[in-house]
């Protein structure tokens, strides 16, 4: 079956580190997503990617980057510049193709120790 | 600019009884609107949308929703409620470009027995 993969499901970082966070999807999906999720705040969006080799900064890119080298991979990489890094990561993707339909994966809990 | 409202944070609903949870946009055109569920720990999964014509559409689970133009709200139903109903609801409304959504905050349903 189609769908997004996330991993690792559980991510705990020390103060200092960069971690990756892995977003693969199989869907032929051309948009891809990465969104911060808090308790009490809903969604907020990072970064997205429309097209291979082209992304573009969400609300609250500050701390994080990401990479589009294929279309089936977005990985988000939470730097040492992020402050405040422990918060439950989705990543989701859409067709574009007016379904509007964003598929999800089932998101990676970071902790920072 | 666009915003969604959810103006309930929590909801406490007996099993068996109806549901309704609020939601409030503002956007300047016909919007699109989306419902979405998500169980602790895990990703989102599309509820339903509305896009255009009926004003009430069917969902998965048993929901439904009614986009009401002059009350710009789009709020969800079921007339009978399971504790597998039991999750965060979030609303979204899309943006008008790149396929982003704007997120409500949740409404968190909560099940009596």
């Known amino acids: 079956d189609g769908g997004i993969t996330q991993s690792p499901k559980y991510l705990f970082r020390k103060e200092g580190q960069n971690v990756t966070l892995s977003c693969e999807q199989n869907?032929?999906?051309?948009?891809m997503y990465w969104y911060r999720q808090d308790p009490g705040q809903g969604l907020r969006l990072i970064y997205y990617s429309q097209i291979v080799n082209d992304f573009q900064k969400g609300d609250i890119a500050e701390g994080y980057s990401v990479s589009r080298e294929k279309k089936e991979s977005f990985p988000l990489t939470v730097t040492s510049a992020q402050k405040n890094p422990t918060a439950f990561y989705l990543c989701?993707?859409?067709?574009?193709?007016?379904?509007?339909?964003?598929?999800f994966g089932s998101g990676t809990r970071l902790t920072v120790v | 600019a666009q915003s969604v409202t959810q103006p309930d944070i929590h909801i406490t609903v007996s099993e068996g009884a109806s549901l309704e949870l609020r939601c409030n946009y503002s956007y300047g055109a016909t919007p699109y609107l989306f419902w979405y569920v998500q169980s602790p720990g895990q990703g989102l999964q599309l509820l339903l949308k509305?896009?255009?014509?009926d004003t009430l559409v069917q969902g998965i689970k048993g929901f439904e929703a009614e986009f009401k133009r002059s009350q710009s709200s789009f709020n969800l139903r079921k007339p009978s409620v399971h504790w597998s109903d039991a999750a965060e609801y979030f609303c979204?409304?899309?943006?008008?470009?790149?396929?982003?959504?704007?997120w409500g905050a949740g409404t968190k349903l909560i099940i009596k027995p």
């Open positions: 979204a409304v899309e943006k008008g470009s790149n396929y982003q959504l704007i």
């Open positions: 509305y896009f255009s014509g």
């Open positions: 989701a993707s859409t067709t574009g193709d007016g379904n509007y339909g964003y598929t």
């Open positions: 869907l032929n999906h051309d948009a």
